[in-house]
Every structure is written in structure tokens, then in C-alpha cells.
């Protein structure tokens, strides 16, 4: 909207109101944050007075691989997001001359079809197991990259729309199961600590210099292509990690001793145990 209402000031003035007015999402995800009730695994945690005094520093001797590992597996994941909602602007604009209404439009459209293929893939994760949907999901990540840009090469505005509301199907595969998968990997005292530093890891080796890369090779070969083999070569990254991840779906380790006598990778089939 205010894209249309800045026209050519977009730039200058136009985005930043919209940004401004994102304070109201702050506000209300703080809200929500402050009345949601600890989990159950972590209040019997805080019952027992058995948090831990240093998190950061046990977590990094007990559990590096996991951090490392789960830094690695968001790669896939992490990188193509900020391809499919940024560096298409200066594809879009620069390379296919399309309109940047249309591609505001796509991505925004992108991002109604996720509210519903995340939750839906955290519910198949839950079904078929983490950690396969989620090496489906960097398998789909690599493939889609090449077809993402031969879509967007056709200059037709039908097929760019088309290809950047799709884009986000094959990361939120990836994207819905993530949360559990990460978290799962560390045992309730560090898992808060663990996840967060595995996860924002990924921030500064994925997401930060996604776009930055991407601009760096259409700028030294002129094609879209050398990007999506960038995604390809990031998804191969998730697989490679995500393969040596357990995978404790629908298993019991809220507790230290059943985490630990869990073996890492296991999917024995089991039920799920409420709290777990």
C-alpha cells in the first residue's frame, strides 16, 4: 500500500512508515510472550532449582556438535529465505524490469501461503519424523532454486508471481519442523540456551550474507542460475549436518537420564508421552 502511495519516494520515505508502524508487532508479541506459562519440562527444572548457573558455557562443553550441526542445518533453510523476500527485489527490478508492485505483492501473497504450509509441515514432522521431513525439505530447497529462476527468466509476469508465492513452500518443509528438531537436540537444562545459540549461529554464516553473495554472483556472471547453485550448494550444507542430528520425535526426553540414554539418531517408533 504505501508503495503505491510513495510511487518513486519508495526509497526514501515510503517503506520506513510500515517499519515504524511494526512497533505494534513488537508490542503484541512481547503480550503474548509474558502470559505464555513455562513448559512443563522446564518448570519442573525451576522446582527443582536445577538451572543451570552458567548455560552458555556448559552448553558449548557438552553439547558443540549440536550447535555446530544445527548452525549448518539452517543453511538450506536460512539463505534461500533471504534470496526468495530481498535479493528478488533487486532481481526483480534490475535483471526482469518487473514492476516493484508486482513483486511486493508476490512476496507478501508468499508469505499468506506460509501461515498455512508451516504449521502444516510442523504437523507432519510430528507424523513421519523430524528430521526426514526435513532432509525432504532441503532436497526440494535444492531442486526448486533452478526452477525459481527459470520461472523468473520468462520475464511473463504470470510465471514471476507464480514463482515467488511458490518459493517459500519448499523452507517452510524445512522451516515448521525446525523448531523441535533443534531444540530436541539438547537436554531440558540447556535446551533454551543450546537452540538459541545453534540458531542465531546460522544468522551470521546463512541469512546475513545471503543476499550480499547472491548480488556478488549475478554481478560476476550475469545469471540467476549462479544463484540457485548457491542454494543448491547451501541445501547439500543442511543435508550433510542434518544427517548426524538425532532425531527424537515423538520420544520421552524430558528428563536428563532419558535424554541421555536416547541414542543420537534413533527414530524407534514409540508413543508420545504428554509433556515430553
Same mark, same amino acid.
Given at each position: 500500500?504505501? =508503495?503505491?502511495? =510513495? *510511487? ?26 509474558? !502470559?505464555? $506459562? ?86 507432519? =514432522? ?8 526435513? $532432509?525432504? *525439505? ?37 522451516? !515448521? ?16 540456551? *543450546? ?69 543420537? *539418531? ?9 509433556? !515430553?
Amino acid at each position: 500500500m504505501f =508503495s503505491a502511495i =510513495s *510511487g518513486d519516494q519508495f526509497l526514501s520515505w515510503g517503506w520506513r512508515v510500515p517499519f515504524w508502524i511494526s512497533i505494534v508487532m513488537v508490542a503484541i508479541g512481547l503480550w503474548i510472550r509474558l !502470559g505464555i $506459562l513455562e513448559t512443563p519440562v522446564f518448570q519442573r527444572i525451576l522446582d527443582q532449582q536445577a538451572v543451570a548457573r552458567a548455560p552458555v558455557i556448559e552448553v558449548l562443553r557438552r553439547h558443540p556438535k549440536e550447535i555446530i550441526l544445527t548452525a549448518l542445518a539452517r543453511m538450506g533453510q536460512q539463505a534461500p529465505f533471504y534470496i526468495f523476500v530481498a535479493f528478488i527485489f533487486t532481481y526483480g527490478t534490475a535483471v526482469l524490469h518487473s514492476p516493484r508492485d508486482l513483486l511486493l505483492t508476490a512476496v507478501l501473497v508468499a508469505t499468506a501461503v506460509s501461515t498455512i504450509t508451516m504449521p502444516l509441515a510442523g504437523f507432519l =514432522s510430528d507424523r513421519i519424523g523430524r528430521k526426514r521431513l526435513y $532432509l525432504i *525439505g532441503a532436497v526440494a530447497m535444492g531442486v526448486w532454486g533452478f526452477v525459481y529462476f527459470a520461472m523468473l527468466n520468462t520475464m511473463v509476469p504470470g510465471w514471476i508471481f507464480l514463482a515467488i508465492v511458490v518459493s517459500l513452500i519448499p523452507h517452510d518443509m524445512m522451516y !515448521g519442523p525446525q523448531a523441535a528438531l533443534i531444540a530436541e537436540c539438547f537436554s531440558p537444562r540447556l535446551r533454551y540456551t *543450546g537452540a538459541s545459540l545453534g540458531f542465531h549461529l546460522a544468522s551470521i554464516i546463512a541469512g546475513g550474507p545471503a543476499p550480499l553473495i547472491a548480488t556478488a554472483l549475478l554481478a560476476s556472471t550475469g545469471s540467476g542460475y549462479s544463484v540457485a547453485i548457491y542454494i543448491l550448494i547451501c541445501a547439500f550444507v543442511s543435508i550433510s549436518a542434518t544427517i548426524f542430528l538425532p532425531d527424537y520425535t515423538n520420544q520421552d526426553i524430558s528428563e536428563e537420564d532419558a535424554y541421555a540414554a536416547v541414542p543420537a *539418531g534413533s527414530r524407534m517408533a514409540v508413543e508420545a508421552v504428554p509433556g !515430553g
